[in-house]
């Protein structure tokens, strides 16, 4: 057997999330259908990390064990001519054996990006949430400068948490702006359900001046979801990187 590592892109509009449901339709379907197509193997993908329905990956990390004799090299292309144009097989390699994609990733970063433009880019309404609001920036980065470090994130973290601890660190938060255009980007050691998209929501707030950046600071204590501002949209959302210690 080998463990072969991938790396992935994918448009997420069409699909129910990354990890396969009874419903059908996610990513991980597409996937080890292509896989079993290509190899005749019956395979069990594992991801960094799961994204919702309407989330997009620029370079989501899976791995998978195969008995196949195909050339790692060879993969990509091979998968390529099998899958559909919005999911894309950027690059892959062998692992050792007992390589996890999700239990070895060391530091993920995600983009939340939004259009600030008066009327919207048509180009980019399925990746930016469309804000045609005149938005406190200045403001909205002292907020963020909150978030870095290590923290219980519990009141940035959905009710359907499952997770025992919401103890997360955040190595890195900024927001970069442009011509009609902010990105938020978010990396640290792990994330909770839907924390990126819940720590956005309250951003956009105190850029609306709801909030101030010190009310971030007490939101952050308090540990109740009901403190944060609203789960901004999915399909402003991409899994941008995941990094490993290799």
């Known amino acids: 057997m080998r463990n072969i590592r ?3 892109s994918y448009e997420g509009t069409a699909y129910y999330g990354f990890q396969t449901q009874p419903k059908g339709n996610t990513v991980q379907d597409v996937l080890e259908e292509a896989i079993r ?14 994204t919702d329905a ?10 998978f064990r195969t008995a196949s004799p195909i050339p790692v090299e060879r993969w990509a292309l091979a998968l390529n001519s099998r899958l559909p144009d919005d999911i894309i097989v950027l ?12 239990y070895h990733a060391k530091r993920k970063t ?13 180009f980019e309404r399925k990746h930016r949430l469309h ?20 923290h219980d994130f519990t009141s940035f973290a959905s009710t359907r948490s499952t997770k025992s601890s919401h103890v997360r660190t955040i190595l890195d938060a900024r927001i970069e702006s442009g011509e009609g255009k902010l990105d938020i980007f978010l990396t640290g050691d792990g994330f909770l359900y839907n924390m990126v998209r819940i720590i956005v929501g ?3 707030w105190v850029g609306e001046g709801k ?8 939101i952050l204590k308090a540990r109740k979801r009901a403190e944060a501002g609203p789960t901004a949209m999915a399909h402003g959302l991409t899994l941008w990187e995941v990094q490993y210690d290799d």
Do not use: C, W
């Open 54 to 63: 309407g989330v997009h990956a620029r370079a989501q990390a899976i791995n």
């Open 110 to 122: 995600y983009r939340y990006g939004i259009d600030t433009s008066k009327f919207g880019d048509v």
């Open 202 to 204: 309250t951003l956009l």
């Open 6 to 8: 991938m790396t992935i």
């Open 131 to 150: 804000i045609p609001l005149p938005l406190r920036l200045e403001e909205m980065r002292r907020a963020i400068a909150h978030l870095k470090g290590t």
């Open 211 to 218: 909030l101030t950046a010190e009310d971030v600071k007490r």
């Open 91 to 102: 690059q892959a390699d062998e692992v050792p054996l007992d390589f996890h994609a999700s």
């Open 37 to 50: 197509v290509l190899s005749g193997e019956e395979v069990s993908i594992t991801a960094s990390g799961r």
